[in-house]
């Protein structure tokens, strides 16, 4: 039962190009979250998405960021037009969703830089 | 406004010695409780969780303690190990009322365990 898959591990961007991050759950997990690590940061919840429906957005940036959790396939954090200041450790994590055990896994992260 | 807090940024201990991190909240509906470790350039780990009809949780050399009317809990190491060196996450989680829970971090500690 492989874990939560993310790729690429790293990934470099010039400014103003698309960034695509990737994120398989866990076999059996139908919830994914994303969340992002600044430099010296904390990790800060960005969004948590079930198949095909965003529950909960409220830490994605209003602009250029998107995130997506299809009926089939990974989940997809989209990045458009990146900016210096998005380079970071974006981490995937995943759960059953159910209401006695929150628990999620992560995946080893995706870690952008934007130069 | 920061809803889990971990006050303390680093930890130092000596090996053989107990560790104790310390989280606080602040919002009453926190029912659940989990402790993350985070090894640099890998995804947080799970480590340890606590409901909140429980006040101590154990597993091997880690213990949760949750103080519900101080809004307080914390995670003991005993005997901490120089592989313990890590950054540990705080994270709870709010009772919904129904299956989308969300976890809410605190900003971590970082451990060192010095032999």
């Known amino acids: 039962n492989a874990g939560v898959m993310q790729n690429p591990r790293h990934l470099v961007r010039r400014r103003g190009q698309e960034a695509r991050l990737r994120c398989s759950p866990m076999?059996?997990?139908?919830?994914v979250y994303w969340y992002r690590q600044l430099p010296e940061e904390g990790l800060k919840f960005m969004v948590y998405?079930?198949?095909?429906?965003?529950?909960?957005e409220s830490g994605m940036p209003k602009e250029r960021f998107s995130a997506e959790f299809p009926k089939e396939g990974p989940s997809i954090l989209r990045i458009q037009q990146v900016v210096r200041g998005d380079s970071a450790a974006y981490f995937c994590?995943?759960?059953?969703?159910?209401?006695?055990?929150?628990?999620?896994?992560f995946g080893q992260g995706t870690r952008l830089t934007v130069v | 406004d920061q809803q889990v807090k971990q006050n303390s940024p680093s930890l130092s201990v000596q090996e053989g010695r107990i560790s104790i991190l310390n989280c606080d909240y602040t919002?009453?509906?926190?029912?659940?409780f989990l402790w993350y470790k985070k090894y640099p350039a890998e995804g947080p780990t799970f480590l340890i969780s606590?409901?909140?009809i429980k006040d101590k949780n154990e597993d091997g050399r880690f213990t949760v303690f949750l103080n519900k009317s101080a809004k307080h809990l914390s995670l003991h190491i005993v005997p901490s190990q120089p592989g313990d060196s890590a950054v540990y996450f705080c994270?709870?989680?709010?009772?919904?009322?129904?299956?989308?829970?969300?976890?809410?971090w605190g900003l971590g500690t970082s451990l060192a365990v010095n032999p």
């Open positions: 994590a995943s759960s059953q969703g159910l209401s006695n055990d929150p628990k999620a896994f």
């Open positions: 076999k059996g997990h139908s919830h």
């Open positions: 998405l079930q198949k095909e429906n965003i529950i909960d």
């Open positions: 919002n009453s509906m926190f029912d659940y």
């Open positions: 606590i409901s909140s």
């Open positions: 994270a709870a989680s709010p009772d919904n009322a129904g299956n989308n829970r969300k976890l809410i």
